[in-house]
């Protein structure tokens, strides 16, 4: 990232600090929001793919480890802010996808699985808003969702939101952020294993400007979500559906353009 100008070191920051808000903010889309912005000013994904996965791993497990303390702090009789139970269920579904995608054993178009897949959220997004969101009792449906959100995880950075649409049905929304960040950490976990494997640079000297402005955006975003989780249930949903929905629009907005 050395040849790049200052005007176009100052964007990548100023994308670090907003991607650090929407991931810790919301619990998702904080590498979807901020990859296409980043390739904007400089099209190079493997340059920016690492650091992300780093930030993630960091401020994932900073969150879930605060929150837990917190609550062990207040009342050692309360549960963990993680659905374990539904993790490691949705986790059966999801490993081997995510490992095919990984891998790369199957070629399906990118433009036509993304389009799909936004369409697929956009949809799901609006009845949230509406506050007439999809209660799916087909287990069938649901193990769809989660193993395409898987695959695309692998090969790429735009499953979170699809995987978010069957968790905000399983997952108690108090529950929602930290279960999706443990998740997050094993998904990524296994794409930094891969990155490794493929001698890919970690980018290792620009985590010492970047961190810092990610924490920025991460500790705005702690506030963000204290408000958005005490609100109306209501007016969670209709935020979280309202951001699938414009997180659906800006990739299909990025696939086509």
Known sequence: MADLS???????????????FVRTGLGFGGAMMALPLLLLVDNRPLVYLPIIAVHLLIFSTLTVWQNNRKRAATDEKKSSTVDWVYLKK????????????????LTIPANIM????????????????????????????DGIFLSLGAYI????????????????VH???EKLRDTLFVLWFILVSIKMVAFLIAGVDLQLQAHVWLLPATAIGHYFGLKFHARLVSADPVIFYRVIGS????????????VYR
């Open 153 to 168: 995880s692998g090969t790429s950075l735009i499953g979170a939101p699809l995987i978010m649409t069957v968790y905000m």
């Open 6 to 20: 200052l005007t176009q070191l100052i964007l990548v920051l100023l994308i670090f600090v907003w991607s650090g």
């Open 171 to 173: 997952v108690a929304r």
């Open 243 to 254: 951001a699938l929905l414009f997180v659906s629009a800006f990739g299909l907005f990025s």
């Open 114 to 141: 993304s389009a799909i897949i936004f369409v697929i959220i956009s949809v799901y997004s609006i009845t949230y808003i509406l506050n007439k969101p999809f209660k799916s009792s087909h287990p069938v449906s």
């Open 90 to 105: 949705s986790l059966k579904i999801m490993i081997i996808p995510k490992l095919i995608g990984v891998a790369g054993l």
